[in-house]
């Protein structure tokens, strides 16, 4: 299981972590990333770390967003800076099918419930 935690309210140019701490089974071996959904539209890819710490993100969120994972509490953290308006989304956490992290949905498997982001101008 996932749970996804730190959604909330902010201000245009202020901060947030998000925390998707995993229970039930080990994905220290697997690639695990962050999507976000707005009403209306698919969820999209946010960022992405594999089992090696290495990461990946989209251009809209690179220079803003970092994500980073601890193994030894099987949670990924996604530290968002300098947020926008469009920011603003349901943010969903899930775990890869590989040790890769990817830009595409169909790779993941366990994903968490989702925390809202809203973003204020």
């Known amino acids: 299981q996932l749970q996804a935690s730190g959604g909330g309210l902010v201000q245009a140019g202020g901060s947030l972590r998000l925390s998707c701490a995993a229970s039930?089974?080990?994905?220290?071996?697997?690639?695990m990333g962050w999507f976000r959904q707005v009403p209306g539209k698919e969820r999209d890819f946010v960022a992405a770390v594999h089992w090696n710490g290495d990461t990946l993100y989209t251009d809209s969120v690179k220079g803003r967003f970092t994500i980073s994972r601890d193994n030894a509490k099987i949670t990924v953290y996604l530290q968002m800076n300098s947020l926008k308006p469009e920011d603003t989304a349901v943010y969903y956490c899930?775990?890869?099918?590989?040790?890769?992290?990817?830009?595409?949905?169909?790779?993941?498997?366990?994903w968490g419930q989702g925390t809202q982001v809203t973003v204020s101008s």
């Open positions: 899930a775990v890869g099918r590989s040790a890769y992290g990817s830009r595409i949905i169909s790779q993941y498997t366990y």
């Open positions: 039930g089974r080990t994905f220290s071996s697997y690639g």
